[in-house]
C-alpha cells in the first residue's frame, strides 16, 4: 500500500498551506512531502507490552467468562500518557470488557477505567489502499491518562463468546513526546473573542490582515480571516456567496506533529459534500493546554499501533473551542480521511476531543464545529443545514454501492453501527447545522 497509491505530484507541504485555498485535486492522488522534519520535533515513543494469561475472580463486576481473561498485573513502566489495547486481525472484533488503571507520575493509582472497545467503526474504508494495508491491527480506542509511569490491565470476554479473545492482545502506552510550543498551548476561548461568540459577530471580527492569509508551513497557526477576506481569497468568489470566515486553524506544526511517523504522500477525495462528528473517546481528562499533546499521542497511536497512514481525523476540536488541523494535505483540499468507514470518500470527519456519551460537550466546542464546518463546506458550495447522498464503501449498516442521504453535518453512527459520537454530542449536531448556516450568511 506504501507504495502503491494512486499517482503522485510534486507539491511540497510548504505549496499546501502557502496556497490553502486550492481546491482541486485528483481522487487518489498523492503528492510527496518535500520539507524534512524539524530537529524540534518530538521524538515520543511507544511501549508494546503482550498481555498474559490473567487469574481474575469471578464477581460480578466480570462475570463468568473471567477466567479466560488477559492482561498485565501492576507494574512500572517508562512514562506515558495514553493507552490502548491492539491486537493482529483488525477484522477480528474483542467483545469484552478492557479496564486499566494506572499511576500517575509523583501520584498515586487512578481507580479502574474503561476503555471503549469498538473502535473497527473508524478506519479507511474497504477498498481504498489504506484499507487493504498489511499494516492495519485490531485496536481500541485510545484512552488518555495524563503523565504516568505505572500500570494494570484486564481484558475480559463477554458471556456467551465462547471465552475466546482476539490474538495478540497488547497494551500500548504512548508518550507524546513534548514540543517547543506546549506551554503556550491555548487554553481559554474567552482569549480570543470570537471563539464562542454569535455568528454575526464572528463574521464581522478582524483579527488578522489579509496579508497574512497565506501563511508558510512553518506556520504554527493559520490566523482567522473575516469574510472579507475569506472571499478574496477564493478565484470564483462570486460562485460561492455563502461562505463562513475561516476560522483560526492550528496547524500540525503548531500541535507538533513528527511528519517522520505518517506516510509521506497525500489522498484526495474529488469533493467534501459531508461533514461527519466524532467524539475521541480518549476521556475528558485533560486540560486545553494538553490538547497538543493528546493529539501528538492520538496520531502515534492511529500510526504505529493502529496501523494507518497518518492521523484519521481531518480535524480536531479541543472543549476550549480550538480548532487543530488533522490528517495532512492541506486544510482547504478534500483530503481522504479514515474516520467513517464506508463514508470517508467526498466527506470530511472532525473529532471532538472527549468522550461525551455522558459528558455534555462544551458550547465553545460545538460552536468551533459550527464555525470550521461554515468555511469549509462554504469552500465547495455546500448549505450545513442541507441534505446529500453518499456512495458506501461497506460498512456494518450499510452495504458498498448503496447510496445513502445524511445531513450534511452527521455524527458518525449516522453512517456505522456506532455510539459514537456519544449521544450529548450528537444531541448538539442541530445546533451546530443552524449556527453553521449562519456563519455562512444563510437564513
Known amino acids: 500500500m506504501r507504495a502503491n497509491l494512486a499517482s503522485s505530484i510534486a ?3 510548504a ?45 460480578r463486576v466480570l462475570g463468568s467468562a473471567a477466567g479466560a481473561a488477559r492482561g498485565l498485573t501492576r507494574r512500572d513502566v517508562r512514562p506515558f500518557s495514553l493507552v490502548g489495547v491492539v491486537w493482529d486481525d483488525v477484522h477480528a472484533p474483542l467483545h469484552g470488557t478492557v ?5 500517575a507520575t509523583g501520584g498515586g493509582w487512578s481507580d ?13 474504508d474497504p477498498g481504498t489502499a489504506e484499507g487493504h494495508s498489511g499494516a492495519l491491527h485490531g485496536s481500541t480506542a485510545p484512552l488518555w491518562v495524563g503523565d504516568s509511569d505505572g500500570v494494570e ?38 482569549a480570543v473573542a470570537d471563539r464562542a461568540a454569535p455568528a454575526d ?29 475569506t472571499l478574496a481569497q477564493l478565484p470564483d468568489a462570486a460562485a460561492k456567496p455563502y461562505i463562513g470566515p475561516r476560522p483560526r486553524i492550528i496547524t ?8 517522520r511517523l505518517r506516510e509521506k504522500g497525500f489522498v484526495y477525495t474529488k469533493t467534501i459534500k459531508a461533514v461527519f462528528v466524532h467524539h475521541s473517546a480518549t476521556g475528558n481528562r485533560y486540560t486545553c493546554a494538553q490538547a497538543p499533546s493528546v493529539l501528538r499521542a492520538i496520531y502515534r497511536y492511529h500510526v504505529k499501533s493502529s496501523g494507518w497512514r497518518d492521523f484519521g481525523y481531518n480535524f480536531a476540536v479541543d472543549k476550549c473551542g480550538n480548532i487543530y488541523e488533522g490528517r495532512a494535505g492541506g486544510v482547504a483540499k478534500p483530503v481522504l480521511g479514515a474516520h467513517t468507514m464506508g463514508f470517508n ?27 470550521l464546518t461554515a468555511w469549509k463546506l462554504g469552500l465547495h458550495g455546500v448549505n450545513p443545514k442541507g441534505k446529500t447522498y453518499l456512495t458506501s464503501g461497506g460498512g456494518n449498516l450499510y452495504k458498498k454501492g448503496r447510496k445513502v442521504r445524511f445531513n450534511v453535518i452527521a455524527g458518525h453512527r449516522d453512517g456505522f453501527a456506532t455510539e459514537c459520537p456519544g449521544g450529548r454530542l450528537y444531541g448538539k449536531l442541530g445546533t451546530a447545522r443552524s449556527a453553521s448556516a449562519k456563519y455562512q450568511g444563510r437564513r
Open 11 to 13: 507539491v511540497s507541504c
Open 15 to 59: 505549496a499546501v498551506l502557502a496556497l490553502p485555498l486550492a481546491l482541486t485535486a485528483p481522487a487518489g492522488a498523492a503528492t510527496p512531502a518535500a520539507v524534512p522534519p524539524s530537529a524540534a520535533e518530538p521524538a515520543g515513543s511507544t511501549q508494546s507490552l503482550p498481555l498474559e494469561p490473567l487469574a481474575v475472580p469471578r464477581d
Open 99 to 103: 479496564q486499566v488503571r494506572t499511576r
Open 112 to 124: 479502574w477505567q474503561s476503555v471503549e472497545t469498538h473502535n473497527d467503526e473508524h478506519g479507511a
Open 153 to 190: 490491565l484486564r481484558v475480559v470476554p463477554e458471556e456467551g463468546r465462547a471465552a475466546r479473545l482476539p490474538e495478540g492482545l497488547r497494551l500500548e502506552l504512548v508518550d507524546p513526546g513534548r514540543a517547543p510550543g506546549d506551554a503556550a498551548a491555548p487554553a481559554d476561548p474567552a
Open 201 to 229: 459577530r464572528a463574521i464581522q471580527a478582524v483579527r488578522a490582515p489579509a496579508a497574512a492569509a497565506a501563511a508558510p508551513s512553518a506556520a504554527l497557526e493559520l490566523p482567522p480571516l473575516t469574510r472579507a477576506q
Open 252 to 259: 500540525r506544526k503548531g500541535w507538533g506533529a513528527d511528519e
Open 345 to 371: 470518500n467526498n466527506s470530511m470527519g472532525v473529532a471532538v476531543l472527549g468522550t461525551y456519551g455522558g459528558t455534555t460537550p462544551p458550547a465553545a466546542a460545538v460552536n468551533a464545529v459550527a464555525r
